[in-house]
């Protein structure tokens, strides 16, 4: 059984950082590219990360670009998103999932098969 669990978020003023972390098992990790995806209250999922299955190769949406890191370990199952310079309209929920898609990149949700439950991102000003 695959699963996903991501972990690390809270309440921080804007500027502040936090570390998401995603815990994968059940399938073997470094076979899948992996993404973070946001969710905001009455918004739609947007994709915010991506990585390649070795780790080598990131992208990110324009408006977290320079703020946000995506990295891995894969003898660990893990991958991270280090979120930095935090502002307001960063508040969702933060969701991990792992592409299955033909190219180690997309922002397209329909890409990726299993997503964790999220974890809170709460930025006040």
């Known amino acids: 059984q695959v699963q996903l669990v991501e972990s690390g978020g809270g309440l921080v003023q804007a500027g502040g950082s936090l570390r998401l972390s995603c815990a994968v098992s059940g399938r073997t990790f470094s076979d899948y590219a992996m993404g973070w995806f946001r969710q905001a209250p009455g918004k739609e999922r947007e994709f915010v990360a991506g990585?390649?299955?070795?780790?080598?190769?990131?992208y990110y949406t324009d408006s977290v670009k320079g703020r946000f890191a995506i990295s891995r370990d894969n003898a660990k199952n893990m991958v991270y998103l280090q979120v930095n310079s935090l502002k307001p309209e960063d508040t969702a929920v933060y969701h991990c999932?792992?592409?299955?898609?033909?190219?180690?990149?997309?922002?397209?949700?329909?890409?990726?098969?299993?997503w964790g439950q999220g974890t809170q991102v709460t930025v006040s000003s």
């Open positions: 990585i390649s299955r070795g780790g080598g190769r990131t």
């Open positions: 999932a792992t592409n299955v898609g033909s190219t180690w990149y997309s922002a397209d949700l329909n890409k990726y098969d299993y």
